[in-house]
């Protein structure tokens, strides 16, 4: 018998890893865009998920962007078949009209497509084909845009989204070895233009930034860059919990801040409990930015008689009588 492949060998353990444990008995559900990342993915989901006594399925998004979309995502449904993958369904989205770029519009749009779906096949989880190459462009990204820990972070190896289940199991491998993967399988991935279109700032760190990295630091780069986000998301995972517990100790009875109780966290937690605060009166998510957080910090820490802080969500809050109030 043949050995197997190291890169095939590497993401079956991978999704073993991350399908151990899964609670519930529903299928899981591979995302694939039949790009050579989500494609190794979905094929050896194929073949580790039975194994675990777990059903498993694929659903492709079509984002109407270019022209013969359609047609492809039919292709990877029908591949999906032939593979014994069950349920494969295609799901068509629209993207235009939605806020944020087309990046952040095409992502808003896509996993709304894969929450709609998870649901109504009662998944477990839905599993995402993001490597260790997309961990290190989201963080170079975030040190871009000058974000916090929680930016730094990058892309969680679980995360509930909506009462959905998102798990990347391939957050530790390469996309080179999903490229192997996919040759060593007979596998033909689809090239998405999109991402060689310098339009988008991750296909620009993706063909200039990286590989300008990786020459003059070493190829060992790229998994440093992850690392980091890995040791950034346990540090942000015990401060998250630190200020979940300080929220409830200066909340008031009407769901006001004692701003003594404020004033008596670090910096770093202090933050936390403003921004969780906020989430809680409504601001949305995507809008709360770090802008919105120092004006509140301010109502604690430089008070000298200001006036209200405007938040997302037509929102203000206001200091008064020793609390933070807002609505």
Known sequence: MAALAPPVAAIRVAVRRALTGVPGPGPVLVACSGGADSLALAAATAFVAPRLGRPAGLVTVDHALQPGSAERAGAVVEWARATGLDPAEQVRVEVAGRPGGPEAAARQARYEALVAVAR???AAAVLLGHTRDDQAETV????ARGAGPRGLAGMPTV?????VTLLRPLLDISRAETRRACSVLGLTPWEDPHNVDPSYARARVRADVLPVLVRALGPAVLDNLARTARLVAA?????DDLAEAALDRVRSADGGLDVAGLAGLV????TRVLHSWAREL???????????????DALVTAWHGQGPVHLPGALTVTRRDGRLTGG
């Open 140 to 143: 170079l990204l975030a040190l």
């Open 120 to 122: 109504r096949h009662r």
């Open 282 to 296: 409504g601001a949305p998510p995507a809008a709360l930015s770090h802008r919105h957080v120092a004006a509140l």
């Open 267 to 270: 910096p770093a937690v202090r």
């Open 159 to 163: 995360r509930d989204l909506d009462g």
């Open 235 to 239: 540090d942000t995972a015990a401060l």
